[in-house]
Structures are given as structure tokens and as C-alpha cells.
């Protein structure tokens, strides 16, 4: 059908749509002056966008409400939401998909449905879960993720999942598995909108300075001098609720109201419908841009305040070169009989790493811990075992190295991340081996020891 | 409604029940019910607006269905209004929701008396011609205009309204007054009772910052005829001396009395609260809003018992100390703030005397509000939109041409001016040719539109007094290309705009924008146009 639609015209009525994308065929079917690299305007394009590409939506919230509806309204009509919370009362003010009779039900449910009903064409598979319980794989599915949080260590968790799919090539330049996302965030008349592009663009870890730490108080002022009455709040919630009050009236501090007590226990933001709808919106329009180049694509980090004015700044953040998440690692080629112990030792010879006494990591799993004594001698029997197998005969994967190189002469605690790759897997890259920044670990018995070139020590 | 206080828990939590309370007293008027109207609305009626009504003549067609959540398929056919109307009334009852299937236009023509029965319109999509009407007949009747619209990767939002006056701004990182260059006797007396060479660490270390930034600012005059630490050097050396008081590094009273030092000077005010009080309209009588009743008074407040100084405002930040300091401390300062606030009600209820008003005519809450803010102030003025057009601010948006940075945004304020012409001479957005959307860049309609819409963009340049013969051609190509297009996504963005300023203008909280608000959809790198 792409075809054959190509070849003529679309006219508006005539087409199987009816006229329905009128507005979004200007963007997607003209050719303009101010697009994307790659912009290639036709229905064939349209057809991608609206059978091809798949949608991941992270969170059910806020955000997310607004999120589903502006993505299918913009043509994605495959579309996923995944948020493990249940609907309260209090998110009725601005999470609009949601009626008073649907208080207890799953948000990702109850939002994919509404947005089905309403908006025919639009397939929407909801999970109610955390993102934590899906397994890697299920990731594989989606061509974009669409982050609608309220959490530092869920976006950092999605960040890491999406940065995992990238590959380098032997120059450290991102080769293939490019998976973007853009990411919201709201409290109150504030709110962000970002684009991340792994391996282009700075990914979440690379600034996540930007995200300040939560205010904690210090055991000490609430056990001994409270001040405020959020220091109450924090004492009663760590010690015994009901007291709060009563505390606050011994030490004549006024101010301890339920409200408050919600807030400061549960972190609560303020939320409104309007910062939401702005911040969504944003992001809907920039995933639009990413997936069909038909405009330029923020670069990168929009930062909204409505507080004074509107305040819309636009900042392009750079990349952490270093970046552990992100950044290319450093590439080591191995033989499948290479055991953990002789890794280890491998990785304190290695020009660029230099590494003594590391502690290796594969996924979050402890493989082998220099310390504590305890670690150490749990994980002292895989020393013995092919790395090969203890990372589940993965051919190409990340490991994590924490030890001590030598920095301008002074010794330095590092953690280092490496790209493995498996020689005589399917995923060894055979073009690879004339590549001059590729180091190959085999045997140390062989002469080409350290691959090609031969590095000079 | 089961529990509107926890429905509305999370906005509460920003505009307090006073906020609330004028939103639902408000009633709100849309101009044509497109997704950039209805997402606005969308907004406010899940605020809990006290009542909308929606204006619009179309019947829901197929491409509602492709950028307008608040229709659908069962709509086709229907009065547009009419649907949006009811989807709404869905998403809160408490909202009195209303509909007219008639054309705003028409409406101004027939019956411009309609308007006055609201707090605020709402008008999207309307054409140059259409606006300026309406904001004649709004500024007549005193109704809040707020001006929406979304074109391709553009949009506007435009507030009109002749006075805004908050006293809620909410300003963030504002410095408390604290006093600490001019304590009033009580707590100058707080501050000798404690002595800062206690020997017992546990006491030393409890002593609140605030009693000893008194106390050593009272030391440095004492050392430099009377002077505060102004110059760099001088603030160094009063960090000195503060450190050398310290009997340990730890001390966290210490460390937060130096990061805090900068508070011994008094700020200033600044430009804008001072044009507040040098303004004429401080000269009250009796047609005075509230405000500058309640502004007058704070100017003969700081003219005599506040000795130059603004009424306290009465709340201290946390600091490290004992509670016992700390509470007795939050006394004297709330104390002070009372005895401020009375004296500031008392000039408030002669003055509405004097201007022939009753004297109880303002609430003591409202007096209250109004002196805890009182460094707060905001005031905005929005010319008309025809003053706007008739004598623009060339000086003004000189600069903005400049701005590299901001290139397309100003492109696209002309640009979107520019369309309505072509509208009104050829009866058409550019780029719409007939039913086709496709087009090639090279043929000649599409050149023919370029450049017709250059030259309708060109004109209004030389108009606003800027020589220039072309506008950045891409740009020009780039609308024509939208034809008028109301994106679902802009439309969002737009709406979500135009919602949360018509909050600010209802709560009087916050601080509405000041000048002209382009969205620049291609880069995002939006910007306020000085009107």
C-alpha cells in the first residue's frame, strides 16, 4: 500500500484516513526547510510511524496520562505503559484518564483502556508492574522509552537498561543499538523536558548532578532539638506515629496539620494539571521529532519555571566522556578459557587500565571482592571458573572493575568499565581485529598476546 | 463530590485553600473548542473552575479526531462544542460546564455585551482582525483576556489585561528580614541575654545563628564608626571574625552564621517594588483598588513607625539550636510582625476613611497577607493589543532581533501576524492548496506562497520599524509548509501555557508573564516578547 500511495498524492478525504491526520500529514508528508538529517517525508514514513515504531511509556502518572494521549495523537498508535501504583483520590486533580470509581485500580490499566476507547486505531498494552520485575529482553521491543517519573532511581534504572543496548565501534564512536528516550518531570508550576540519545547526547548519569539530593534531617536535631514542624513529622515517622502532635506541643512548636505530615513523610510534590500538560507535551513533540527527523530535535535539556513569568530555557548539556553508564568502556577480546583469576590479572597488565587489586562486577553481581574479608572469601571459589561462564556464556557484554591505577604518579581508586568480547561467539566482530584501538586478551603462552598492534611496553 | 479537600490535595498544596476558593468562584469563557482550547480548558476543569463555557459554531469532522482528545469517533457530526462540553462535565462535576454552537466572530458582531459576564475569556485561534475587537470589548468590560494559538510548530499565548496587582508572588531564594544590621529593642535584649563565651561545648554549639550575627554585627560598628561590612574585604574579615569564635571546627551554629553572614546588610529593594510605591496609582481615592489602599498605607508605615524599613514579615529559617532558643526566638520576631501589621491596619482604615470608603472595607486577613508579602509586590500592565500593533516596541524588540540565539522566535511573532493577512487577502492559510497535502518545495504554488507571505512579513517588519528586507527565508518556507496545522502535541503545550497563567490571573498568585510568549516548537527555545 506505501508503495502505491507514493507513486500519487495523498488528498485529504480520499485517503483511508479520511482526512483524519490532516494536520500532523503537513509535518510528516511535506518536505521542509528546517528538519532532521534523515527527514524523508511521505506516506511511508506515516505507515512507519503509526504500524512500525513502538512506544514504551514509562509511568501512569501525572505525566504518563498526558503522555499516552499526546503520543497517539501524534500518530503513535503502538504505544506500551508500564507503573505498578494503583489510582488514589489525589490524582484526580490532574490525571485526567481517571474517574472517582476507578480509585484502587492499576493506573497502567485503567489509562490504556480510556485512551483505546477514546481514540480509535490506538493499541495500548498496559503492565501493571514495577519496571524492575520485566526482564532485560522485554526492552528489546521499543524503538523509543518515554519517561514520565517521579523517581531518580527509576530513571537511573530505565537510563542504565536503555545505555545497555549501545554499541561502540573500535573508534569509541556509538556504532548501532541507539535507543532513545525522553524523559519528563514536574512539581509543581517547575517542570523539565529532556532528550537522551545514548552515545549523542549526555545520558541521565552523565548530569545527574542536576537532580539535587532529598532533604534529610539529622537524626540528632529531631531526637534532641526540633525546630520545625517537619522535624516533628520526621521524629513522630521514625519513631511512633500519633506522637508527632504531642511532640510539637511539648516543645510549643505550632504547624504540625495532616497535610503536612503527608508531605514531609511521603516526600509529596505539589502537583498540577497544567505543568503537566506543558512538560508532556514537550516530550511527546520531541519523540515525534527523534522517530520522523521531520523537525530538529531539542538539544537538549528544556528547563520550564511558571512561577515568574514563563521561564523556558533550553540548555545543551554535555557528555561525561567517562561516563560508566554511557560512555564506550574500554574494549578487552577473550578467549573463552580465560578464568576469572587470570582476567583479574590481565586487567593490572593492560596499557590502559593498569589496574591493581580489582574487585569485578558483572550486572550488579559480585564476581570477585577484594573486600570486605566476607565478600572476599564468598567469591574466592570463582577465581578458579572461566569468566565465561560466570557472566551465563554471554558472548559481549559490560563488566565493571573497582581498583587502583596509577594516575600522573599518585596512586588512585578507580572503577572502570569494560566492553568483553568473547572470541569464536556468534557476536565476535571479526572487523574489528585490523582495528588499532582493539585490544585482544588470549593466552599469554601466544606471541600476539596483546592482539594487534603489539603494544610497546 | 465524596472529599474535594483530597482530590484537590496536591494543587492545594500550591495555591491554599484562598486559591482554590477563586477558582471555583471564576467563570471562564472559551473561543473555539479546538485541542488548543480544549486542552486548556482540560486543565482548569480538573482544577475545579467554577464554571466554563465553551463558544464554538463547527461540527466535529474527521481531523478532530486526529488532534482533539476531548472528541471521538461518536462525535462525527456533532456540534464540536457540544462534545468537548460533555467530556469535560465528565472529568469533574463540580464544574458547571455550558456550551453556544455559534461563531465567535459572530458573537463580537451581534452581541458584544456576551463577554462581560465573565472573569476571564479564553480565545484561541482567532485572527488579528477578531482579536482586536475582542480586547476592546474585554477592556471595556473589565474581563481578563488571555489569548491562545497554535500554528504548526508555533504558538502564541498573550495575556490582556490593563492591571494585575499580586501580593502572593511567591518568589523563590528571597532573603528573609531578619534585622540582624537593626534589631528592635526586644530582640537586641534576646540577643545580650546569651552569652557567646559559654564554656559548655553543648550550649555554645546550640546558640542560633541570627543572636550571633547580632551580636557581632553590634561589635563590628562598635570597631568601625558605626559602619556594617560592605566591601569584600570588610565581609572577609567579618567571616574572620565569626570563625575565631568558633571553639570547634564542627560547630554547625558557626558555619551557618558565615554562610549566612551576607544577611548583616540589608538587601534594597528592588526596581520593580520601588516603581510600586513611586506609582501614581498610590495616590489612592475612593474608585482605589484594594491594593494600592493597602499600598498607601505601607508607604506612611515606612515613612514613620517603620523608621524606613518594611513591616516584618515575622518567620525565621530553620537554624541550628536548641528548641528553646529557636521558639523564643520565632516569638519575638512573630511579635514584632503583629505589632507591624497593626500599625499598617490602623493607616489602612483611615485612609479608606479618608477616601470616603467604609473603613472596615478590607479584611484583617487581607491586611495580614498583604504585609507579609509586602517586599513581594508585583504589578503587571499589558498594553492593548491595538496600542501593541499601532506603536510597537521597536527598541524593546531590537534586541531581541539580535539575539542570535533567539533567532526563529521573533521570526515567528511576525510570521504569525504575517498569516492572518495572507488569510484576510487570499481567504486561505499559505500552503493550503485545495484538498492536497503533498507538495514539492519547487513548484511554483508553494514558491508563489514563499514569497507572497515574505512580502506580507516584510511589511509588518518595516511597520514595527525595522528596515530589513527579507525575513530568514527557511522560516517563511517552514510556515507555509504548516498551513495552519494545529498539532495535538503544540496544542498542549500552548493550552498547558495559557491554563497555568489563567491560574496566576484568577488565584493572584504567582506572577502572570510579562510580554508576549512565542513558542518556538523546532529548537524549544521559546521566549517573552516585550509587548
Known amino acids: 500500500m ?141 524503538h523509543i522509552i518515554v519517561l514520565g517519573l517521579d523517581s531518580i532511581e527509576a530513571r537511573s534504572y530505565i537510563n542504565a537498561v536503555a545505555c545497555s543496548y549501545l554499541e561502540y565501534d573500535s573508534d569509541g564512536n556509538p556504532s548501532d543499538g541507539i535507543k532513545p528516550m525522553v524523559d519528563g518531570g514536574t512539581e509543581g508550576f517547575k517542570g523539565h523536558a529532556r ?67 503527608q508531605g514531609v513523610v511521603k516526600n509529596i510534590v505539589p502537583a498540577i494539571a497544567s505543568t503537566n500538560a506543558i512538560v508532556s507535551a514537550a516530550c511527546a513533540l520531541e519523540a515525534l521529532k527523534i522517530m520522523t527527523d521531520c523537525s530538529k530535535t531539542m538539544s537538549n535539556y528544556l528547563m520550564y519555571n511558571g512561577t515568574e513569568g514563563i521561564h523556558s530555557k533550553m540548555t545543551a548539556f554535555d557528555r561525561d566522556k567517562d561516563c560508566l553508564v554511557c560512555g564506550p568502556g574500554i ?18 597488565e593492560h596499557p590502559k587500565l593498569l589496574l591493581s587489586k580489582p574487585s569485578i562486577t558483572h550486572r550488579g553481581n559480585n564476581l570477585y571482592m577484594q573486600a570486605p574479608p566476607v565478600l572476599e572469601e564468598m567469591t574466592r571459589s570463582n577465581l578458579n571458573l572461566l569468566l565465561f561462564d560466570l557472566i551465563g556464556k554471554i558472548p559481549k557484554d559490560i563488566i565493571h572493575a573497582t581498583g587502583t591505577t596509577s594516575i600522573n604518579g599518585k596512586r588512585t581508586s578507580c572503577l572502570r568499565k569494560l566492553r568483553v568480547i568473547f572470541k569464536g561467539t556468534a557476536e565476535d566482530v571479526t572487523d574489528m581485529d585490523t582495528m588499532g584501538a582493539v585490544y585482544r586478551f588470549v593466552d599469554k603462552d601466544n606471541p600476539e598476546f596483546w592482539g594487534y598492534p603489539v603494544p610497546k611496553f | 463530590m465524596a472529599e474535594p479537600k483530597n482530590k484537590y490535595d496536591r494543587q492545594l498544596r500550591i495555591w491554599g485553600e484562598q486559591g482554590q476558593a477563586a477558582l471555583e468562584k471564576a467563570s471562564i469563557c472559551l473561543l473555539n473548542c479546538g485541542p488548543t482550547g480544549s486542552e486548556a480548558l482540560k486543565n482548569l476543569v480538573l482544577g475545579g473552575i467554577g464554571s466554563v463555557t465553551i463558544v464554538d459554531e463547527f461540527k466535529v469532522e474527521m481531523n478532530d479526531l486526529g488532534n482533539n482528545f476531548l472528541v471521538d469517533a461518536s462525535s462525527v457530526g456533532q456540534s464540536r462544542a457540544k462534545c468537548v462540553c460533555t467530556f469535560l462535565q465528565e472529568l469533574n462535576d463540580a464544574v458547571k460546564a455550558k456550551f453556544i454552537q455559534e461563531s465567535p466572530e459572530r458573537l463580537l458582531e451581534t452581541n458584544p455585551s456576551f463577554f462581560s459576564q465573565f472573569t476571564l475569556i479564553i480565545a484561541t485561534q482567532l485572527l488579528e482582525d477578531s482579536i482586536l475587537k475582542l480586547d476592546k470589548i474585554c477592556r471595556e468590560g473589565n474581563v481578563m483576556l488571555v489569548i491562545a494559538r497554535s500554528y504548526g510548530l508555533t504558538g502564541i499565548v498573550r495575556i490582556s489585561v490593563k492591571e494585575h496587582t499580586v501580593i502572593e508572588s511567591k518568589h523563590e531564594h528571597f532573603v528573609e528580614d531578619l534585622r540582624f544590621h537593626n534589631p528592635w529593642p526586644e530582640l537586641k535584649q534576646f540577643a545580650e541575654s546569651i552569652d557567646l563565651n559559654v564554656v559548655d561545648p553543648v550550649i555554645h554549639k546550640h546558640i542560633p545563628y541570627a543572636v550571633i550575627l547580632i551580636k557581632l554585627v553590634e561589635k563590628w560598628k562598635e570597631m568601625h564608626d558605626g559602619h556594617l ?50 506609582d501614581g496609582s498610590a495616590e489612592v481615592d475612593f474608585g482605589s483598588s484594594d491594593f494600592w489602599v493597602m499600598v498607601a498605607a505601607l508607604k506612611e508605615f515606612i515613612a514613620n513607625e517603620g523608621e524606613g524599613e518594611f513591616p516584618l514579615e515575622g518567620s525565621i529559617p530553620d537554624m541550628t539550636s536548641s528548641t528553646e532558643y529557636y521558639v523564643n526566638l520565632q516569638k519575638i520576631y512573630q511579635a514584632k510582625a503583629e505589632v507591624d501589621f497593626l500599625a499598617v491596619e490602623q493607616r489602612v482604615r483611615s485612609i479608606l476613611k479618608r477616601i470616603g470608603r467604609d473603613s472596615d472595607a478590607i479584611s484583617r486577613a487581607d491586611i495580614k497577607t498583604f504585609c507579609r508579602n509586602s517586599r513581594k509586590l ?135 508573564v510579562s510580554g508576549t510568549f512565542i513558542f518556538d516548537g523546532i529548537e524549544h527555545k521559546s521566549q517573552v516578547l516585550p509587548i
Request: hydrophobic share 40%; with cysteine; glycine share 8%.
Open chain 2, 229 to 278: 561590612p560592605l566591601t569584600r574585604k570588610e565581609k572577609d574579615e567579618f567571616k574572620h571574625l565569626i570563625k575565631s569564635l568558633m571553639l570547634d571546627i564542627d560547630e554547625d551554629n558557626y558555619k551557618e552564621a558565615i554562610r549566612a553572614s551576607f544577611k548583616v546588610c540589608p538587601e534594597g529593594i528592588g526596581s520593580d517594588l520601588s516603581q510600586i510605591l513611586e
Open chain 2, 378 to 512: 508585583a504589578v503587571r500592565r499589558y498594553r492593548s493589543i491595538e496600542d501593541e500593533f499601532k506603536s510597537p516596541a521597536t527598541l524593546e524588540l531590537q534586541k531581541n532581533l539580535n539575539d542570535e540565539e533567539y533567532s526563529y522566535t521573533f521570526g515567528f511573532y511576525v510570521l504569525l501576524r504575517a498569516v492572518d493577512r495572507f488569510a484576510a487577502n487570499y481567504n486561505r492559510f499559505p500552503g493550503l492548496f485545495d484538498r492536497r497535502v503533498q507538495y514539492s518545495l519547487k513548484s511554483s504554488e508553494v514558491a508563489d506562497d514563499v514569497h507572497r507571505l515574505n512580502s506580507i512579513a516584510v511589511g509588518i517588519l518595516n511597520n514595527l520599524g525595522f528596515k530589513a528586507k527579507t525575513l530568514y527565508e527557511d522560516l517563511v518556507s517552514e510556515m507555509c509548509r504548516f498551513g495552519g496545522a494545529e498539532l495535538h502535541a503544540v496544542a498542549a503545550f500552548v493550552g498547558g501555557i495559557a491554563s497555568q497563567e489563567v491560574i496566576k490571573l484568577i488565584t493572584k498568585q504567582f506572577v502572570p
Open chain 1, 195 to 261: 532528550v537522551i540519545i545514548p552515545g549523542l547526547t549526555p545520558c541521565f548519569e552523565c548530569n545527574i548532578w542536576l537532580f539535587p539530593p532529598q532533604v534529610k534531617f539529622p537524626l540528632c536535631t529531631l531526637a534532641e532539638t526540633p525546630r520545625t514542624a517537619a522535624h516533628c513529622i520526621e521524629y513522630a515517622h521514625l519513631i511512633k506515629w500519633g506522637e508527632a502532635l504531642k511532640r510539637a506541643e511539648l516543645f510549643g512548636i505550632s504547624g504540625v496539620t495532616y497535610s503536612l505530615t
Open chain 1, 2 to 142: 506505501a508503495a502505491e500511495a507514493a507513486t500519487t498524492s495523498i488528498d485529504e478525504g480520499l485517503n483511508e484516513d479520511g482526512g483524519r491526520w490532516k494536520d500532523l500529514d503537513k509535518l510528516i508528508l511535506r518536505p521542509g526547510t528546517i528538519v532532521g538529517d534523515n527527514f524523508e517525508p511521505g506516506p511511508e514514513l506515516k505507515e512507519n510511524l503509526m504500524k512500525m515504531v513502538r512506544v514504551l511509556v514509562v509511568g501512569a502518572g501525572g505525566l504518563g496520562c498526558e503522555l499516552l494521549k499526546d503520543l497517539a495523537l501524534s500518530g503513535f498508535l503502538n504505544l506500551e505503559v508500564i507503573d505498578m501504583d494503583t489510582i488514589d483520590v489525589s490524582n484526580l486533580n490532574r490525571q485526567f484518564l481517571f474517574r472517582f470509581g476507578d480509585v484502587g485500580k492499576p493506573k497502567a490499566e485503567v489509562a490504556a483502556k480510556c485512551v483505546m476507547e477514546r481514540i480509535s486505531g490506538v493499541n495500548i498494552v498496559p503492565h501493571f508492574c514495577r519496571i524492575e520485575d520485566k526482564d532485560i529482553s522485554f526492552f528489546d521491543n521499543f
Open chain 1, 331 to 348: 574494549l578487552i577480546e577473550l578467549d573463552i578459557s580465560v578464568t576469572l583469576s587470570k582476567f583479574i590479572d590481565l586487567l593490572g
